[in-house]
């Protein structure tokens, strides 16, 4: 059925949009995954989805600050609906959940600060497992209680007089680097059919107007 459905909705797009779409899934991935916590900057949270989607970052997670994690479209532009956005609440217990989400999805925690045991950004091995990178405040950095639960530390190389890059440039870097490394490499780094159906239905019914009603037409002709 859900094969039949994505054929039917391809009629209600561009033959260009339709092979845009599949040709954008074959470079998604989710070997490697975004958690930011506690953004409460519009602008930054914004350009983070912006990155995540450029790269081909299919899934980002966000554990909510004292504010609402919120998007301005105007820098976004729209990445937000290519995205599988998850969100946790800003509390001991979702930010646990986050972690655990990430691990039982056999992610490795890569917390994005200076550490004791922290390595290069350059050094890090991608041959290791899935991993999914950490950010923290603009202000502060990672909560403690993330910290205490990642499994490796990486910070980006500096030379300079300033301590830390903007949160949205740092993944950006981040990204660049490694989504780069993986896509050279012969790592297991696409999504599975199932997952691209999955996600190429989505993006169908967010391309075309009115959606939801030509989806439950559709169905209710097939029963």
């Known amino acids: 059925m859900e094969d039949q459905l ?59 600050g004292r504010n609402a994690f919120t998007v301005n479209p105007e820098i976004a532009m729209g990445a ?20 655990e989400s990430l691990k039982n999805q056999g992610y490795r925690i890569v917390a994005t600060t200076p550490h004791t045991n922290d390595q290069d950004l350059e050094k890090f091995n991608l041959q290791k497992g899935k991993a999914a990178f950490i950010f923290g405040t603009e202000l502060n950095g990672i909560s403690d209680e993330v910290l205490s639960q990642a499994d490796e530390f990486v910070k980006i190389p500096m030379v300079g007089f300033t301590e830390s890059f ?5 993944v950006a870097i981040v990204l660049h680097h490694l989504s780069s490394v993986l896509r050279k490499s012969k790592l297991p780094w696409q999504l599975t059919a199932e997952e691209k159906k999955s996600i190429q239905l989505k993006w169908l019914k967010s391309t075309i107007r009115d959606s939801d009603q030509i989806v439950e037409n559709f169905l209710e002709k097939k029963k």
């Open 166 to 170: 903007n949160i949205s440039v740092s």
């Open 80 to 99: 937000s609906k290519w995205l599988s956005i998850h969100k946790y609440e800003n509390s001991v217990k979702g930010k646990d959940s986050a972690i």
């Open 6 to 64: 994505i054929e039917y909705l391809e009629t209600f797009v561009t033959e260009r949009r339709a092979n845009l779409i599949k040709k954008i899934l074959e470079l998604r991935t989710r070997y490697l995954t975004v958690a930011v916590e506690n953004i409460y900057q519009t602008h930054n949270a914004s350009a983070v989805l912006r990155t995540c989607d450029c790269f081909g970052i299919q899934d980002v997670h966000i554990i909510e």
